[in-house]
């Protein structure tokens, strides 16, 4: 913990972006085997083994007081997950992340107290409309509708973390929220894969539960032990720049100029946010206390 507690917590954020969303490209290599949630389900499961694993933490340091924050991590990652890669499964990575990045977008204006902050979501939903463009008539309704069901999730995954961040010591969290996001993912999850786990779906599911969630979970919740929920949001702003560039590398999706766009606008929004926000900067907030 000493070492990860001098590096900034701004690149622990940045570092768990760049493999969730490396591992998001990458699980769209398993959805012809178990489907979609299927692969949430998988992912989430075999996270919630390694953590437990590794972390081992006692059934004991749960209390009343921490129920509730465990159990809404825990179903708020579950359904975020698997929504974000059921709007996968139909749109691209880039716009997905764009419509899901609305979640913690609005939580960043919401927690400022400048009037102005509010306005920035709105600039964010532009992008959004550009990427999805339904005047075409082409966009998949069902795909948007996952990834604004992710954004909701995403933005109460933010709060839950911090605050469950702030009552346990290291990832120990994260290790008993885990299994919580596995047995919810679990409801859809379970029937879409049940027949199609095989060994090299085991082996390419290790890797993937590795480079999202035991990972860069565990990077997040570091981080916003050290942050507060707005920081964490708004640092979040290039992330649907980065699911872009991500989306042209590893499944050759070639933004056009209106996907450009809506991008920067994402961007722009999410950058506008933090200009706004009335805190000092991200390395001179005080890290929590070890309990």
Same mark, same amino acid.
């Given at each position: 913990? @000493?070492?990860?507690?001098?590096?900034?917590? *701004?690149?622990?954020?940045?570092?768990?972006?760049?493999?969730?969303?490396?591992?998001?490209?990458?699980?769209?290599?398993?959805?012809?085997?178990?489907?979609?949630?299927?692969?949430?389900?998988?992912?989430?499961?075999?996270?919630?083994?390694?953590?437990?694993?590794?972390?081992?933490?006692?059934?004991?340091?749960?209390?009343?007081?921490?129920?509730?924050?465990?159990?809404?991590?825990?179903?708020?990652?579950?359904?975020?997950?698997?929504?974000? $890669?059921?709007?996968?499964?139909?749109?691209?990575? @880039?716009?997905?992340?764009?419509?899901?990045?609305?979640?913690? $977008?609005?939580?960043?204006?919401?927690?400022?107290?400048?009037?102005?902050?509010?306005? *920035?979501?709105?600039?964010?939903?532009?992008?959004?409309?550009?990427?999805?463009?339904?005047?075409?008539?082409?966009?998949?309704?069902?795909?948007?509708?996952?990834?604004?069901?992710?954004?909701?999730?995403?933005?109460?995954?933010?709060?839950?973390?911090?605050?469950?961040?702030?009552?346990?010591?290291?990832?120990?969290?994260?290790?008993?929220?885990?299994?919580?996001?596995?047995?919810?993912?679990?409801?859809?999850?379970?029937?879409?894969? *049940?027949?199609?786990?095989? #060994?090299?779906?085991?082996?390419?599911?290790?890797?993937?539960?590795?480079?999202?969630?035991?990972?860069?979970?565990?990077?997040?919740?570091?981080?916003?032990?050290?942050?507060?929920?707005?920081?964490?949001?708004?640092?979040?702003?290039?992330?649907?720049?980065?699911?872009?560039?991500?989306? $042209?590398?590893?499944?050759?999706?070639?933004?056009? #100029?209106?996907?450009?766009?809506?991008?920067? $606008?994402? #961007?722009?929004? @999410?950058?506008?946010?933090?200009?706004?926000?009335?805190?000092?900067?991200?390395?001179?907030?005080?890290?929590?206390?070890?309990?």
């Amino acid at each position: 913990m @000493g070492v990860v507690n001098r590096v900034p917590a *701004w690149s622990l954020a940045v570092v768990a972006m760049l493999s969730i969303q490396t591992g998001s490209a990458l699980s769209i290599s398993l959805f012809p085997a178990i489907g979609p949630a299927g692969t949430a389900w998988w992912r989430l499961t075999l996270g919630a083994i390694i953590l437990l694993a590794l972390v081992r933490p006692s059934l004991r340091l749960i209390s009343r007081e921490n129920v509730v924050g465990l159990i809404g991590l825990g179903v708020s990652t579950g359904v975020m997950t698997s929504a974000f $890669l059921s709007a996968l499964d139909r749109i691209p990575l @880039g716009t997905t992340v764009a419509i899901e990045f609305l979640g913690p $977008l609005t939580v960043a204006a919401l927690s400022g107290k400048n009037v102005r902050a509010a306005l *920035w979501p709105l600039l964010a939903l532009a992008g959004v409309v550009l990427l999805t463009r339904p005047w075409t008539g082409n966009v998949d309704l069902v795909g948007v509708a996952f990834a604004l069901l992710a954004a909701l999730c995403w933005g109460l995954y933010i709060v839950f973390t911090q605050q469950v961040g702030d009552q346990f010591s290291g990832i120990r969290g994260l290790a008993l929220a885990t299994p919580i996001a596995a047995v919810t993912a679990s409801f859809v999850g379970v029937p879409q894969a *049940w027949g199609g786990i095989t #060994v090299d779906v085991v082996l390419w599911g290790i890797l993937l539960a590795v480079l999202t969630p035991v990972f860069p979970f565990a990077l997040e919740m570091l981080a916003l032990q050290r942050m507060n929920k707005r920081a964490f949001g708004t640092l979040m702003a290039v992330e649907p720049g980065v699911a872009t560039g991500i989306g $042209l590398i590893l499944l050759v999706q070639i933004p056009n #100029v209106f996907d450009a766009a809506g991008i920067a $606008l994402v #961007v722009a929004a @999410g950058i506008a946010t933090q200009r706004d926000a009335a805190r000092p900067p991200l390395l001179d907030l005080p890290a929590s206390p070890e309990r």
